[in-house]
């Protein structure tokens, strides 16, 4: 196994035990790992991809829009929208992921 790999699961690993403890958006997650806010969302994504054959799901708190309480429910991405759909407004919330057994 290349060790560039190997590096990859051990971050996915630390991921996935922090998830299972508590909701964190990306930024959160690059923080307590040290890894950019990019990589987290690359590792997010496999993460996601790889609970698909466990008991175990990935869940989303959506962002929402802290000016009109719009929830961005249908949202599957995991960065930040730019703006609200209803009120125009910049200010939203990031969204945040947890994992929970299916
Ligand atoms: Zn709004």
């Known amino acids: 196994m290349m060790p560039e790999e190997n590096e990859a699961r051990t971050v996915r690993q630390d991921m996935i035990a922090l998830l299972q403890t508590e909701a964190c958006s990306l930024r959160d997650i690059s923080q307590a790992l040290h890894i950019s806010e990019k990589e987290a969302g690359d590792h997010l994504a496999h993460i996601r991809r790889s609970l698909s054959t466990t008991r175990q799901v ?19 991405r995991f960065s930040r929208p730019g703006r609200c759909p209803r009120c125009r407004a910049t200010r939203i919330s990031l969204p945040r992921f947890f994992i929970r057994s299916g």
Do not use: G
């Open 58 to 76: 990935l869940r989303i708190h959506p962002a929402t829009c802290r000016a009109c309480d719009f929830v961005f429910r249908e949202r599957q």
